[in-house]
T-cell receptor, first 113, second 113 residues
Framework: DAGITQSPRHKVTETGTPVTLRCHQTENHRYMYWYRQDPGHGLRLIHYSYGVKDTDKGEVSDGYSVSRSKTEDFLLTLESATSSQTSVYFC????????????FGQGTRLTVV | SQQGEEDPQALSIQEGENATMNCSYKTSINNLQWYRQNSGRGLVHLILIRSNEREKHSGRLRVTLDTSKKSSSLLITASRAADTASYFCATALYGGATNKLIFGTGTLLAVQP
């Protein structure tokens, strides 16, 4: 895989607790993305980043926040986890220009009980 | 609602046959990309076609893009059992340097040996 690591790979958490997922890249790519994948919905964009401290909302950003203080790290935080946020979360990177392919991490399976 | 919609949602064919998947999208794009996902894994990039291109080939893959109809197709020729996977189109939206990458809902391809 293209130098992209997601952690943790699996997590079970309780409703109402905050959760942070980490995406780390070693490719120095400009663009980073967080998606969630649910049956029947494909991949839906939560947030993305186009540079350090430059982030924007995706299609399903409610209940999620992100931070990118370094090129290599993109953090996704569920401020107060709910059962509807049970999903598989994928991080992706692309760059250095806009017309380039994206590389995906292996995913994080999050269960909110 | 999602930017990209694939058709059909599921496709079952015999080994050696060709498989065609279609993708429709809603807004102006910089490029359109196709990805493959094996069960439980991250997505893998297959091919990227820019908005000023009409057709592109890569091995057994052929992709077309019709920006007037906002649609694309992916053709896999001489399919193999190993091609069994989910296939997604993704559009990189036009405008600025933000490179927002939106995925469709996917086509599940089953190739019977």
């Amino acid at each position: 895989d293209a130098g992209i690591t997601q952690s943790p790979r699996h997590k079970v958490t309780e409703t109402g607790t905050p959760v942070t997922l980490r995406c780390h890249q070693t490719e120095n790519h400009r663009y980073m993305y967080w998606y969630r994948q649910d049956p029947g919905h494909g991949l839906r964009l939560i947030h993305y980043s186009y540079g350090v401290k430059d982030t924007d909302k995706g299609e399903v950003s409610d209940g999620y926040s992100v931070s990118r203080s370094k090129t290599e790290d993109f953090l996704l935080t569920l401020e107060s986890a709910t059962s509807s946020q049970t999903s598989v979360y994928f991080c992706a990177i692309s760059g250095p220009t806009a017309n380039t392919e994206a590389f995906f991490g292996q995913g994080t399976r999050l269960t909110v009980v | 609602s999602q930017q990209g919609e694939e058709d059909p949602q599921a496709l079952s064919i015999q080994e050696g046959e060709n498989a065609t998947m279609n993708c429709s999208y809603k807004t102006s794009i910089n490029n359109l990309q196709w990805y493959r996902q094996n069960s439980g894994r991250g997505l893998v990039h297959l091919i990227l076609i820019r908005s000023n291109e009409r057709e592109k080939h890569s091995g057994r893959l052929r992709v077309t893009l019709d920006t007037s109809k906002k649609s694309s197709s992916l053709l896999i020729t001489a399919s193999r059992a190993a091609d069994t996977a989910s296939y997604f189109c993704a559009t990189a939206l036009y405008g600025g340097a933000t490179n927002k990458l939106i995925f469709g809902t996917g086509t599940l391809l089953a190739v019977q040996p």
